[in-house]
Nanobody
Framework: QVQLVESGGGLVQAGGSLRLSCAAS????????MAWFRQAPGKERECVATINRDGRSIYYADSVKGRFTNSRDNAKNTVHLQMNSLKPGDAADYYC???????????????????WGQGTQVTVSS
C-alpha cells in the first residue's frame, strides 16, 4: 500500500522557517521522482519544487527560488522541503507527490504524479 505522509507544517511568522518532511512507503522510492505542491484557498494546486531520483533538485517555482530547498534521503525514503524567509503568500496546504520514472525528466503538473499525501498546512502570519 502506497503511503506518503507529510509533517512539519504549522504557524510561523513572516520571515521564519519551516521544514516539511514526507515519509514514503509501498513503492520503489529510489526510482521515483518526488515533488512538493501547494494549494491555497480558492487557488489551483501549484508545483513548488521537484527532485529527481538521485537527489538533484531540478525545478523550483520562481516564487520560491532562493528561499526553499528540496532534498531527499533514499536510504530513509524521505523527502524534505526547507522553507526559509516565509511570506504570507506561502501560506497553503502543502502536498508531497510521487511518480515512477526511468529518466531525469521534470514533472510539474498535478496529472504527472500518481501518488499523493494528505497534505500539511502552513500558515504564515504577517
Amino acid at each position: 500500500q502506497v503511503q506518503l505522509v507529510e509533517s512539519g507544517g504549522g504557524l510561523v511568522q513572516a520571515g521564519g522557517s519551516l521544514r516539511l518532511s514526507c515519509a514514503a512507503s509501498g513503492f520503489t522510492f529510489s526510482r521515483s521522482a518526488m515533488a512538493w505542491f501547494r494549494q491555497a484557498p480558492g487557488k489551483e494546486r501549484e508545483c513548488v519544487a521537484t527532485i529527481n531520483r538521485d537527489g538533484r533538485s531540478i525545478y523550483y517555482a520562481d516564487s520560491v527560488k532562493g528561499r526553499f530547498t528540496n532534498s531527499r534521503d533514499n536510504a530513509k525514503n524521505t523527502v524534505h522541503l526547507q522553507m526559509n524567509s516565509l511570506k504570507p503568500g506561502d501560506a497553503a496546504d502543502y502536498y508531497c507527490a510521487a511518480r515512477w520514472t526511468t529518466g531525469d525528466f521534470v514533472f510539474t503538473g498535478t496529472s504527472d504524479y500518481d501518488y499523493w499525501g494528505q497534505g500539511t498546512q502552513v500558515t504564515v502570519s504577517s
